[in-house]
């Protein structure tokens, strides 16, 4: 019987040419191409008539037919091989290479498998595939060439190739759990769109209606029922405010927004927002400070998208500020090529590790659980883009129990005909 490959410079052509197909291996994740490369190498290194890789089902227990050469590897495909009585069982049972140089003299040979596609036999050698300590299937060979055997230098380079094929697998694997795991992403982002579509339409209309009926009674009622009513409104157009941020998200996503720009005094817009915010902040005993220029700042801009901007700014600097602190909205006229607006508050700051997040969609410094602030955390995400579409931006500056500044700059505009 012929012993071929077992000199040194032999074995390190082996060794040279399982290197190489690891580099392709750890290049591709295309899983059959993976197998198709794992099979080849095996039976051309190790001189078999043919070779195939068993993946363990963790479920089942059972060991099934990924890849095989030759012309039976459709048959193989089907056949599922158990653990008990069987070689690739014993290998993943042992977790060790075995070499069987007759099958026919070994009792773990139930035949089976020849039975089913007519292959015969003589010899097997098989190593286990392992990750992290892992079994996740069998590499074998069968039949060594020439009716050679193998020898323990084929069970080495095999184990060598069988290292790599298993973390091929498994970031192929990986990586194909990884792609579920987005398309499952995109789908639920899809529905939460979806919901969050049919949820600001649906509670439009409804709000349109008690803040129309409540408002219209507000007139009527004195003391303690106005009193009522009065919480009535607030809590409708705190609710509105929620309903539009939701919509203007959606015509965010859909890409659908457009700056109708108008020409108007940037000083009058931003004295009108914040007087919109003056009561809020007054009732929770704020000192509520305006700084702005005696005379106009013309402007071309989408009035209401800096109104929108501007009101989340303020609203989070009322609500972000506990009673009795100090807010201070001012435009500052350094800067001649810029419109510029800063709300300062006196608040809770924000710790410097959030301060990059704080322009995300849904975050929010405090855990939703434990929140004691009003909002879902999509103000400062459209304030941002509104703003962005003007072509200007939102800073903040920020220290945790000693407030925050944020500051929208808007380019000057078009210049005004
Ligand atoms: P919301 O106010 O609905 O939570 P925003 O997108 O407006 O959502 O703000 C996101 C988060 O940024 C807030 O939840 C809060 O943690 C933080 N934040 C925003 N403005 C301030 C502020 N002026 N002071 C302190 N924290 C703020």
Redesign the pocket.
């Known amino acids: 019987m012929e012993s071929s490959f077992s000199s040194p410079n032999q074995t390190l052509a082996r060794i040279q040419r399982v290197l190489e197909v690891s580099l392709i291996l750890n290049s591709t994740l295309d899983l059959d191409r993976l197998l198709e490369l794992i099979i080849e190498t095996a039976e051309e290194i190790i001189r078999s008539e043919g070779a195939s890789i068993l993946l363990l089902d963790e479920d089942t227990g059972e060991l099934s037919f990924l890849a095989a050469t030759g012309q039976k590897r459709e048959e193989l495909k089907p056949i599922i091989v158990p653990l008990e009585n069987t070689i690739a069982g014993y290998i993943v049972q042992t977790g060790m290479p075995l070499m069987i140089p007759d099958v026919s003299h070994d009792p773990r040979f139930g035949g089976q498998v020849d039975d089913a596609t007519g292959f015969i036999t003589r010899s097997i050698l098989g190593v286990p595939l392992m990750v992290r300590d892992q079994i996740i299937g069998v590499l074998e060979v069968v039949n060594k060439m020439d009716g050679a055997q193998f020898d323990e230098d084929d069970a080495y380079i095999l184990t060598m190739l069988g290292a790599q094929a298993a973390i091929a697998l498994e970031n192929s694997r990986l990586v194909s759990e990884l792609q579920r795991a987005y398309t499952e992403l995109g789908e639920l982002d899809r529905l939460k769109s979806d919901f969050i579509a049919i949820a600001s339409h649906e509670l439009r209309t409804p709000l349109a209606v008690i803040l129309g009926y409540a408002t219209f009674l507000q007139g009527d009622m004195t003391g303690a029922a106005r009193g009522h009513l009065d919480l009535v409104v607030q809590s409708a157009l705190h609710l509105r405010s929620l309903i539009d941020d939701m919509i203007n998200l959606r015509h965010i996503d859909a890409g659908d927004v457009s700056v109708a720009r108008e020409r108007c005094d940037f000083v009058e817009l931003v004295r009108n927002v914040a007087l919109e915010f003056q009561e809020l902040s007054l009732a929770k005993r704020q000192s509520f400070v305006l700084t702005l220029p005696d005379h106009p700042l013309p402007a071309h801009l989408d009035r209401e998208k800096i109104r929108l901007a501007l009101a ?2 303020i609203s ?2 009322i ?3 506990p009673d009795g602190g100090d807010i201070h909205v001012e435009i500052p006229l350094e800067d001649p090529d810029r419109l510029t607006v800063v709300v300062r ?1 006196s ?4 710790p410097a590790d ?1 301060l990059a997040r ?2 995300d969609r849904f ?4 855990p939703a659980y434990t929140r004691r ?9 459209i ?1 941002r883009t509104l703003v962005e579409i003007h072509g200007g931006t939102i800073d903040v500056q ?1 220290e945790p129990n000693a ?2 500044v ?1 500051t929208i700059r808007l380019p000057v505009g078009a210049p005004l005909s």
């Open positions: 989340n700014l989070n600097a609500k972000f500020t508050d608040g809770i700051g924000i959030q704080i322009f975050f929010q410094v405090e602030h009003e909002g879902i955390g999509l103000g400062l995400s304030a920020s407030g925050s944020f």
